[in-house]
């Protein structure tokens, strides 16, 4: 796994921890298909944005991991988008503590419609954040964390 960006929890953790309890938290994650030399690979897109006072602007912290592509169904990646789901529940729990009682969400760029390709992972996504997180995440179209902000972290990288 080689990281483009990674985000520093402890700077994360030092930003929240100064920011009102009325600031919103939200965690987004989205993943590309890159080839290098000849070979797929997967870049995870994970970012947390804290919304100062949930009305005052925002902090932007994104983290970009490349690990090589073993999805064998290009229509239906399952499998890359459950790591998605896998990565982005493992950041929002090394910072729960830190989040005391500020609203959080997690954002998933899965569209519940069969006609896309990442229809195929949302009843399992969902059911994954609702029990490791406790949180009811975020889809399509009202995912702007996933769909817009991670993108935008992936082309800073």
Same mark, same amino acid.
């Given at each position: ?73 290009? &229509? ?21 503590? &830190?989040?005391? &009682? ?6 998933? &760029? ?48």
């Amino acid at each position: 796994m080689t990281k483009l960006i990674q985000i520093d929890l402890d700077e994360v953790r030092e930003y929240i921890k100064n920011t009102s309890p009325e600031s919103k938290i939200y965690f987004g994650a989205d993943s590309e298909r890159v080839q290098v030399d000849n070979v797929w690979h997967v870049d995870y897109l994970l970012c947390v944005i804290v919304h100062i006072d949930g009305n005052h602007g925002a902090k932007i912290f994104g983290h970009v991991d490349r690990e090589r592509d073993y999805d064998k169904n290009l &229509d239906r990646p399952k499998l890359r988008l459950m790591t998605e789901v896998f990565k982005i529940a493992e950041l929002y729990l090394k910072l729960a503590d &830190d989040l005391e &009682d500020r609203e959080a969400s997690i954002h998933l &760029d899965l569209n519940p419609k069969a006609i896309h390709g990442s229809s195929c992972a949302v009843s399992e996504a969902v059911g994954y954040i609702r029990g490791v997180c406790g949180l009811e995440p975020v889809i399509k179209p009202h995912s702007w964390c996933a769909s817009n902000v991670a993108d935008a972290v992936k082309r800073l990288c």
